[in-house]
């Protein structure tokens, strides 16, 4: 046996999570052997806790096979391949809807008894279990935190078969796990009690949480985050697709150059532009190249070309109404890092700051000493190659700047803590460095 009871294997889960104390992280327990073991991790962590409700759609002549799962506020996510091959009928998927959200809603009414759900939107989620065994209720939580809004999913489980990574796929992003044996029958074998939790003891946890002391729970002293507005970037002759985030009181705005291959929905950047957000500035997140120009590997590296792009980029974002006299910064990622010091390497320019998360920055080349704006470089610890042409890319540069080594991190920052640590970084160079800037006279 590894634990006593949920509870206990709640402690001993929240060992494993200490990286994302005061990461303004939601606590979600899968309803209802996930919620005593989330009270737990919520408790250690000072974060508000809640249930996450998910009902899988079945399909009607096989129940047992899931074609899709709903969530609260009409959160739906569908397997269009599931539905075409055992051919569900829209109405026959709209009246499994309907029964299912019937029974979520009035889950939802019984565990929190009035209260609102927390918000996700742009935010940490965390979401617990009692364990794993199949995965596919996890895959599912994780894909309606997802389209609630979650900037970056933990999932996290004391117990899970020593395969459960690949049976997870993409849908977090970080897998937790106290422990994986090889041999796995089920749950409950890894637990001294492991009887069934009721709706008695789900609205207990819950109500616990929300009675505790304000002074435990993380203080929300920064901006509220606002809605992603989708936006036109005009670039030349190009139109870009792109989200712009501005919260009130901006005290610049940052804008994302990706790396290879990379694009505005790149989970990483936007779980940086979230934590940029929260600090009070702005982000611009936009995709380099349009679809057809993707095609052609080599546009990819054309890092003169994706730096034109940004600096016609940075013109439109200066003069959108909401960032009007705003500083502007570059965040780059990977080759994207290049594309941002060559962007601000340009006379005329004006980037109050730039950060470079895993980049490649030497490939600005002889660009580099010509940048003028603060350059932070940050690279993992165990991301060796990267970490010498960083170096060298530094020997270079000529403007205020630092290079931050994140201790553990490979290139992609996929390690417990380390997005966190890199988020910070960068929020902190930028906030420490971005004031308004007037626009140049003509």
Known sequence: MFFMDRRDAGRQLAARLEHLKGAEVVVLGLPRGGVPVAARVAEALGAPLDVCLVRKLGVPFQPELG????????????????????????DELAQVEAREREVLESRARRYRGGRESVGLQ????????????????????????????????????????????????????????????????AIGQFYTDFSQTDDDEVIACLDEAAARPVSTRPTPSRPAVPEDREVDVQAGAMVLRGQLTVPEGAAGVVAFAHGSGSSR????????????????????????????????????????LLARRLADATGWLRGQPETQGLAVGYFGASTGAAAALWAAAEPGARIAAVVSRGGRP????????????????????????????????????????????VPGATHLFEE?????????????????????????TA
């Open 265 to 304: 929905h790149s989970p990483r950047n936007r779980f940086v532009a979230a934590g940029l957000n929260r600090a009070g500035l702005g982000t611009l997140l936009f995709d380099l190249l349009t679809e057809e120009e993707e095609a052609d590997r080599a546009n990819v590296f054309d890092t003169g």
């Open 122 to 185: 742009g935010r940490t989620v965390l979401v617990v279990d009692d364990g794993v065994a199949t995965g596919s209720t996890a895959r599912a939580a994780c894909q309606i935190a997802r389209a609630r809004g979650a900037a970056r999913i933990v999932l996290a489980v004391p117990v899970a078969p020593q395969d459960w990574t690949a049976r997870l796929g993409g849908d977090a992003d970080e897998l937790v796990c106290v422990h994986a044996p090889r041999i796995f029958y």
């Open 362 to 405: 030497d490939l600005a080349g002889p660009r580099l000493s010509a940048v003028t704006a603060p350059t932070l470089l940050i690279v993992g610890g165990h991301d060796p190659l990267v970490l010498d042409l960083n170096r060298e890319a530094q020997a270079r540069l000529r403007c205020e700047n630092r290079l931050a080594v």
């Open 67 to 90: 074609m899709g799962a709903i969530g609260e506020g009409e959160v739906r996510v569908i397997n269009d391949d599931v539905v075409r091959t055992a051919r569900v009928t829209p």
């Open 416 to 440: 417990s803590g380390a997005l966190e640590k890199g988020t910070d970084l960068a929020r902190d160079w930028f906030t420490d460095h971005m004031a308004p800037v007037p626009h140049a």
